[in-house]
């Protein structure tokens, strides 16, 4: 089961710092993640997603593949491969996976003005390895799916850590 961690920082920057630094973890395999996304909330007040994969560019090449197999049993591979990547990209850009989109839009429009917030979903993570690494950024736990004390040790642990930066 995966669990849900939103922080809050000062400004896009240091979310996608954060976020890039995760993913660095997740390759040395301190960290499993589901998904990672930041999310901005823009002086002007404008919400934008920094997600890491593109559902509707993997839905139009997964459709323009098909879509010209497909063609290709016709004699029209060219049109196959339009068609399908044009059905592919409408069926990824309806695709949501990992942390929903309309959720984080939602805790995105409660943060102040030129601030962000990296939302995770953690598999699994060896959290006196990784709480290190991301408290000295700083940041506000938010949100989590944790239970009330799994939360509160998260909170305690983060805080330790700033402390001993």
Do not use: C, N
């Amino acid at each position: 089961m995966s669990h849900l961690i939103a922080i809050d920082y000062p400004d896009v920057a240091t979310a996608t710092t954060v976020r890039d630094r995760l993913l660095e973890m997740q390759k040395e395999k301190l960290i499993t993640l589901e998904d990672v996304a930041v999310v901005e909330r823009r002086q002007d007040g404008k919400i934008k997603l920094h997600q890491m994969t593109s559902t509707t560019g993997i839905g139009a090449a997964g459709g323009a593949l098909w879509g010209g197999l497909i063609g290709l049993l016709f004699f029209m591979p060219l049109l196959g491969m339009a068609l399908g990547a044009g059905a592919g990209a409408l069926g990824g850009a309806m695709t949501d996976v990992g942390v929903d989109d309309k959720f984080m839009k939602d805790l995105g429009s409660k943060l102040e003005p030129g601030t962000a917030a990296l939302f995770m979903l953690v598999v699994k993570s060896t959290p006196d390895k990784v709480i290190p690494q991301i408290a000295q950024y700083g940041g506000r736990i938010i949100q989590t799916s944790l239970g009330t004390e799994e939360e509160a040790q998260l909170r305690t642990a983060a805080k330790a850590a700033m402390g001993r930066r």
